[in-house]
């Protein structure tokens, strides 16, 4: 019996977000499928056993006319069952007619304030019957992509990642606030700090890393998420905005200091391992995909203290 599971979201973090929901249904139907618009989820899931495959859907996805090629790809896979996380006509529709037997989904046409936690929790327990179904898991990283992730650490000091990049500018606390921490970090601990960007925030890891000393510090940029995933889950502590690292960090069992500007407060809930930071005078219910809140709203000093309480 072959299980299929749709994950439409585009945004690795967002995906790494539903991987206890997809252990969930694995244990229950073996190891499963996932189907993805992300396509870099399957470095996150190459070592898991309860994932058989990852399948990067590139195109076919965006209009109501995909529905036919949908279901041809669908189809090519035999699914016996399929779980669709997003109330999607196209991916409903399709899985109907690529004839998959058992097909799950969100209630249709109920988009307007989807929580994604709580939608992906509600779904796993009434399809499954699970009661307070669990929504953090255990990251499965292989014990050599973990020696080799080990050699960029510093073994004698605490190991911090640093996330300065982000998917925008508004989500971003900025180079200057990322420097006064470190340093002020630095004058109470002996820290080592990896700064965590993608190929295009070279600039900003690099200011960062020539501000704070190269003795002091390394950029990630121009790593492949392959490469960063165990580095991150091997470090010491995460701290940055909102981004795919916290969501390695926390479902590798490390604490994850979330700073939020604005990206929701659902993104950075469901872990026990993650605290998050907002800006001052602001509620927690006012941060969303564009609230864009001053960075300086955070303050250096709050950031710092929330950090040495976990070092």
């Known amino acids: 019996m072959s299980t299929g599971i749709i994950l439409s979201y585009k945004g690795l973090g967002t995906n790494i ?3 206890s929901y997809c252990h969930q249904i694995a244990k229950v139907f073996g190891p499963v499928e996932i189907i993805t618009l992300s396509n870099n989820f399957k470095d996150v899931a190459e070592d898991d056993p309860l994932i058989k495959k990852v399948i990067y859907l590139e195109k076919y996805h965006k209009k109501i006319t995909d529905i036919y090629q949908l279901s041809k790809i669908l189809k090519k896979y035999n699914f016996n069952n399929i779980f669709i996380f997003y109330p999607s006509l196209r ?23 989807l929580h994604l936690v709580k939608a992906a929790k509600n779904f796993i327990e009434k399809n499954l019957n699970i009661e307070n179904c669990i929504t953090e898991t255990t990251l499965v990283i292989n014990d050599h992509r973990k020696k080799i992730a080990i050699n960029y650490l510093d073994k004698n000091k605490k190991n911090i990642v640093i996330g300065a990049g982000s998917s925008g500018p508004t989500t971003q606390w900025g180079t200057t606030n990322y ?3 470190i340093q002020k970090l630095q004058e109470r601990h002996k820290c080592y700090f990896l700064i965590l960007g993608g190929p295009n925030e070279k600039k900003i890891t690099d200011e960062i890393v020539s ?8 950029s990630l940029a121009e790593k492949n998420i392959k490469e960063v995933i165990p580095i991150i889950a091997s470090a010491d502590i995460y701290i940055g ?19 939020l500007l604005d990206t929701p407060s659902a993104y950075s809930e469901y872990s026990k391992n993650q605290h998050q930071i907002i800006p001052e005078g602001i509620s927690i219910q006012d941060i969303t995909h ?14 710092l203290n929330k ?5």
């Open 17 to 19: 977000m539903h991987l």
């Open 91 to 113: 991916f409903f529709f399709a899985a109907k007619f690529a004839g998959i037997k058992n097909i799950f989904t969100y209630p249709l046409l109920k988009k307007k304030n």
């Open 179 to 181: 420097i006064k921490l």
């Open 211 to 218: 501000a704070v000393g190269k003795q002091n510090a390394i």
């Open 241 to 259: 905005n909102d981004s795919f690292g916290q969501h390695v960090a926390c479902q590798s069992g490390k604490p994850a200091i979330i700073l």
């Open 290 to 303: 564009d609230s864009a809140f001053e960075p300086n709203k955070i303050k250096v000093e709050t950031v």
């Open 307 to 311: 950090t040495l309480s976990y070092l």
